[in-house]
């Protein structure tokens, strides 16, 4: 039992030795506004990361939504992050989560010893939970 894996992540890093992960699972919290502000941030260093997602909370900064536009406002901070007709939101619950999963990478990056100010985003992904039961009494 030397080999068991206490949780399966969908992509495995080249070296588990320079790098980091943190996950959560069946969260609640729109899959769609978490899609978009994952897409968003796939690639970026990640203490430029935080800072966009801290000024997303603060209304200075907008998530572009690429796929999911159905309903989705146009505005003028969507120029900003050349989003496709502008559209773009400010999602506050998926934001507030995917930073803290970013706190928590950057934690445990601090447990490997690693640099955490040249960390960068490789990976992110967002999959839907599963549907949660709700009762009308």
């Known amino acids: 039992k030397e080999n068991e894996i206490m949780v399966k992540y969908s992509a495995d890093p080249e070296s588990d030795v320079k790098s980091a992960k943190a996950r ?3 969260l609640r919290v729109h899959f769609k506004h978490c899609r978009e502000v994952a897409h968003s941030l796939k690639g970026m260093n990640l203490q430029k990361g935080k800072l966009f997602l801290e000024n997303v ?17 146009r505005h003028a901070q969507g ?6 007709g502008d559209k773009c939101k400010w999602p506050q619950k998926a934001t507030k989560i995917i930073l803290d999963l970013l ?6 990056a601090d ?9 960068f985003i490789s990976h992110i992904q967002a999959n839907r939970a599963m549907k949660q039961r709700r009762r009308t009494y």
């Open 24 to 26: 959560g699972s069946h």
């Open 57 to 73: 909370l603060e209304y200075k900064r907008a998530v572009p939504f690429t796929k999911f536009t159905g309903g989705c406002g």
């Open 79 to 84: 120029k900003l992050v050349k989003a496709a």
């Open 103 to 108: 706190k928590n990478a950057e934690a445990n």
């Open 111 to 119: 447990m490997k010893g690693l640099d955490t100010d040249n960390m």
